[in-house]
Nanobody, 118 residues
Framework: QVQLVESGGGLVQAGGSLRLSCAAS????????MGWFRQVPGKEREFVAA????????YYADSVKGRFTISRDNAKNTVYLQMSSLKPEDAAVYYC???????????WGQGTQVTVSS
């Protein structure tokens, strides 16, 4: 069982940066793939980025590639999403997820709101 708590969301101007954090509880954090997803009202949740349990093979949605960076610190049970060059269309509730692989995320956080002003 893994509990996930996101933080770091807020209001930022277009072109600015934010770093989201996701703190996980549970001794097996380091064995899980971790991911970030986002959702806006009226739309389905969409994939943003994922990282393997070793921290290698990060994978990004095309819409954020080159602007967002996912990383993890297994000693701190934390995964990060560094977001740069933010655009208004990046505004959403961002969710952290954990799972056995990039295609099977089982655990979800409660989300953190990111607002980007133009």
């Amino acid at each position: 069982q893994v509990q996930l708590v996101e933080s770091g969301g807020g209001l930022v101007q277009a072109g600015g940066s934010l770093r989201l954090s996701c703190a996980a509880s549970g001794r097996t954090f380091s064995t899980y793939a971790m991911g970030w997803f986002r959702q806006v009202p009226g739309k389905e949740r969409e994939f943003v980025a994922a990282i393997s349990w070793t921290g290698s093979s990060p994978y990004y949605a095309d819409s954020v590639k080159g602007r967002f960076t996912i990383s993890r610190d297994n000693a701190k049970n934390t995964v990060y999403l560094q977001m740069s060059s933010l655009k208004p269309e990046d505004a959403a509730v961002y969710y952290c997820a954990a799972g056995a692989s990039y295609s099977s995320f089982h655990y979800w956080g409660q989300g953190t709101q990111v607002t980007v002003s133009s």
